[in-house]
T-cell receptor, first 114, second 113 residues
């Protein structure tokens, strides 16, 4: 139980275009989801907290206009990287707290901007 | 503030034991441990709540010392499948920190046959 489905798994896009990443909680309701970014051989850095029906809360230094987060339902949160640039290339992962108290992660999206 | 993990990397032979430590300068509400394989998302191992509890699952266990603001992950009789990067995630208390996990820098564990 407590599965989060994330897609796409990987995406290559051209500089200047936008990319949308989806995370769905399959068997539970996730009122809050968290979006992380991970660069190679580094830790996961929290980007923002996504709350169903309200605005996301961004961590310091994360551009809210560049990383648009929408949490329109209890099972779906999306992250849109707008006007992507090569420096946005990274591994993006969502997570949600589970009914049992832990956190479950999506499978991650590897974004490459060329 | 990011918790500090030690060691940064450890190499074992199958059957050997390892301890990974995680310490914080801030008061802790709970500690989460995850293992991440290369190119994959982290996988939840266990959560420890304040109160000095110790948890275990087969040959992997963990302790949480609230006073010392640190947690340790114990891997006994390591198996090849234990290889990966281990992260501790620390959850703050209430307010704006609620639910947020701050991850340590990771400990790379490699188990050889």
């Amino acid at each position: 139980g407590a599965v989060v489905s994330q897609h796409p798994s990987w995406v290559i896009c051209k500089s200047g275009t936008s990319v949308k990443i989806e995370c769905r909680s399959l068997d539970f309701q996730a009122t809050t989801m968290f979006w992380y970014r991970q660069f190679p051989k580094q830790s996961l850095m929290l980007m923002a907290t996504s709350n169903e029906g309200s605005k996301a809360t961004y961590e310091q230094g994360v551009e809210k206009d560049k990383f648009l987060i929408n949490h329109a339902s209890l099972t779906l949160s999306t992250l849109t990287v707008t006007s992507a640039h090569p420096e946005d290339s990274s591994f993006y992962i969502c997570s949600a707290s589970t009914p049992t108290g832990g956190y479950t992660f999506g499978s991650g999206t590897r974004l490459t901007v060329v | 503030q990011q918790p500090v993990q030690s060691p940064q990397a450890v190499i074992l032979r199958e059957g050997e034991d390892a301890v990974i430590n995680c310490s914080s300068s801030k008061a802790l509400y709970s500690v989460h441990w995850y293992r991440q394989k290369h190119g994959e998302a982290p996988v939840f191992l266990m959560i420890l709540l304040k109160g000095g509890e110790q948890k275990g699952h087969e040959k992997i266990s963990a302790s949480f010392n609230e006073k010392k603001q640190q947690s340790s992950l114990y891997l006994t009789a390591s198996q090849l499948s234990y290889s990966g990067t281990y992260f501790c995630g620390l959850a703050g208390g209430g307010g704006t920190s609620y639910g947020k996990l701050t991850f340590g820098q990771g400990t790379i564990l490699t188990v050889h046959p």
